[in-house]
């Protein structure tokens, strides 16, 4: 057990990671020695202009890419030793992704899109699947919508196929890269409910935005500036999404 | 066994979506498939139906024709000289090959020639097939009505004839015409005997349009000759065809007073030999079809590659979002490959039912019977698998190799 890890309940630890990318000559150097700790339940939000680093931050959280130098714990393991095989394995099993631009299949309904992390984990039986899909659905609130293709959906239930997707396999944390930033207000603060009431459930969830009105939902903000952690910021009374939404014009489908 | 047949299904959502692309991709593959496994088909019928025809004549048969053939093909200049050697066989040498060979059970021999028959104020051409008695049995002359021209009528040059169905329907109509006058060239001759019908052989020619005659009769009353155009001999057994051969050679080398020096003025040829032609022209045309094939389908398997180079990039962001949510690189290779084999697969199949109905409306309305057998068919399935493996890597390659920030980004 790394001696930084000390509360069993740490979730992520990024030990002085570097990345550097090369473009021709010209050497980008998108993390030069940042430091996190994330801990089990957090709601935690990423901040920064563009080019801070955040986007490279995420790959690496992300386990889609790994660090030139530094270390990355990931419940305890250390990822950046990992090959390419493992590397999926963890993407597959102990993260959920939530894009901005959704990246669903287009030409798959709701279910086999939600059901496309399955496809490539091991586990599970086709019993168990349907299961795991219905209860994913549920807790976004798709029920009846399982036949639908994306093109079929507004923007708000394409992203919150997108979350039933990265609910699918219980992973240990979410990564949401701008998640409402494709979405108006009233939809971007019910994604921001379900993510809530996701964290009230007890999933880690790791947001990256350049809003600061979506950032402080979060229990905790992350500056990132030049590659490095800048400042962070422990929000006391994070904005309640179900309260905001209260306030807002009354929108056509109920959350759950 | 579960992912292949989730990349099946892929593989077939992909395919659906894109029908004409999908077709017009698979085109070389039908083309190619369909073209080997009909030419094959054709090629197994006609091989088929030459055999069962040659085997029709009768069995273990050796065939004496006047002349050279070896010389004959290496020239003009030779056939001309070989042109004296037309008359070379005579009815002597069946007689010597008769008394003299230990392993020919008989033998008979043939003018054959082409006559105009009449009967009353009707009349129409036929093959004339003269012989001697003896063919009845050799030459499978079987008769349905009536009787077959004896030795004595052969002796004697009598005047009588079996005729075939097709003489019998375009002269006698419902008529009998056993005891009835013909004439052949305008000499009388009388109707002994009804050929059995044997059909129409692999060239579409109509063997019941025949007549037969004794061979003395043809020669010296209607023909004016006194050489013959044929020998036909049965071996004792079909395993001493080839001595037996041998030993007629001998025979008529000696009857024609042929030097050591000598080229044959005739030719022996033997059922076995004629269906080894028949199996290396067969042969020789499948090989020729096939390659031909084969480059059509090497033709649609660049297509394929093509394809599904098109398909990797224009599905990049699938296969970032694949795997970003944990397909490895092999998942994604394979997912590609299946497809790709999946494409040529179903390029195959299309291309078996074309040939299939190609062969069906072939029998129908040809002379060519092909036969379509498992072989050209598990040989086109394979081929095509084949094809979708071989093209299909490449693309399934690019594909797995992408990295998953850049393909995720990917517009």
């Known amino acids: 057990m790394e001696e930084n890890c000390k509360d069993n309940n740490c979730i992520i630890e990024i030990i002085d990671i570097t990345k550097i990318y090369r473009i021709g000559k010209i050497e980008v150097k998108a993390l030069r020695g940042a430091n996190l700790k994330i801990s089990g339940g957090e709601f935690v939000a990423i901040m920064g202009p563009s080019g801070s680093g955040k986007s490279t931050l995420m790959n690496i959280i ?53 059901e496309l992390p399955l496809i490539y984990s091991a586990r599970g039986a086709a019993g168990n699947r349907k299961t795991k899909i219905f209860d994913s659905l549920k807790s976004v609130g798709l029920i009846g919508w399982e036949k639908h293709k994306p093109s079929e959906l507004s923007g708000g239930q394409r992203q919150r196929v997108a979350i039933a997707r990265a609910l699918v396999n219980d992973p240990a944390i979410i990564l949401a890269d701008e998640p409402t930033g494709n979405l108006d207000s009233v939809t971007g603060e019910e994604i921001m409910a379900i993510f809530q009431k996701l964290n009230r459930e007890g999933k880690t969830i790791l947001l990256v935005t350049h809003e600061l009105d979506i950032a402080r939902h979060a229990n905790r903000i992350i500056y990132l500036r030049d590659g490095k952690i800048f400042r962070e910021e422990k929000i006391d009374m994070p904005i309640n999404a179900l309260e905001m939404l209260e306030k807002m014009p009354k929108l056509e489908d109920k959350l759950n | ?163 075939g169905r097709t003489v019998i329907n375009k002269l006698f109509g419902k008529i009998d015409p056993i005891g009835k006058i013909i004439k052949v060239d305008g000499k009388n001759f009388t109707v002994i005997g009804i050929i059995k019908s044997k059909g129409t052989d692999q060239f579409g020619n109509d063997q019941d349009n025949s007549i037969s005659m004794p061979i003395t009769t043809a020669q010296h009353k209607l023909y004016g000759i006194d050489y013959i155009n044929m020998i036909i001999a049965q071996s004792t057994s079909e395993n001493n065809m080839n001595q037996a051969s041998n030993e007629v050679e001998r025979i008529l080398r000696r009857a024609h007073n042929l030097r050591t020096d000598e080229k044959n003025d005739f030719t022996v040829q033997n059922q076995t030999q004629l269906l080894d032609i028949v199996g290396t022209i067969t042969n020789i045309f499948t090989i020729t079809i096939s390659s031909i094939a084969g480059i059509s389908l090497l033709v649609g398997g660049i297509g394929i590659m093509n394809i599904m180079l098109v398909s990797v990039t224009e599905r990049t962001r699938e296969i970032g979002i694949r795997k970003a949510v944990g397909a490895k690189n092999k998942d994604i290779l394979f997912q590609f490959l299946v497809e790709s084999v999946v494409l040529s697969i179903t390029g195959g199949i299309l291309g078996i039912l074309f040939a299939v109905a190609v062969s069906i409306i072939l029998n129908r309305f040809t002379i060519l019977k092909p036969t379509i057998s498992a072989f050209p068919i598990i040989l086109a399935i394979t081929f095509s698998t084949m094809v979708g493996l071989f093209f299909g890597i490449y693309p399934a390659m690019r594909a797995a190799r992408l990295n998953p920030i850049a393909a995720l980004r990917y517009e």
């Open chain 2, 1 to 163: 066994m579960r992912r292949l047949f989730e990349s099946i299904k892929i593989a077939f959502q992909s395919l659906v979506s894109n029908k004409l692309r999908a077709f017009l991709t698979m085109l070389g593959i039908i083309i190619g498939v369909g073209a080997v496994v009909a030419m094959m088909s054709i090629g197994t019928g006609a091989q088929e139906s030459v055999i069962n025809s040659v085997q029709d004549i009768g069995s273990n048969l050796i065939i004496v024709t006047p002349g050279n053939r070896q010389e004959q093909q290496q020239g003009f200049k030779q056939m001309l000289e070989d042109d004296r050697d037309k008359e070379a066989l005579k009815v002597e040498d069946v007689k010597m090959i008769e008394k003299e060979a230990k392993l020919i059970k008989g033998a008979a021999p043939a003018v054959l020639s082409s006559s105009i028959i009449t009967y009353l104020n009707k009349n129409t051409r036929a093959s004339v097939y003269a012989s001697s008695e003896k063919a009845e049995y050799i030459y499978n002359f079987e008769i349905e009505q009536g009787q077959f021209y004896t030795a004595s009528d052969v002796q004697n040059s009598a005047n009588v004839a079996v005729i």
């Open chain 1, 62 to 114: 992300g386990c889609l890419d790994t660090p030139d130098s530094g270390k990355f714990f990931l419940e305890n393991i250390d990822v950046s030793k990992l090959n390419d095989n493992q590397l999926a394995e963890i993407r597959n099993k102990k993260i959920g992704f939530v894009f901005q631009t959704f990246n669903l299949l287009s030409r798959s309904d709701t279910v086999r899109n939600v």
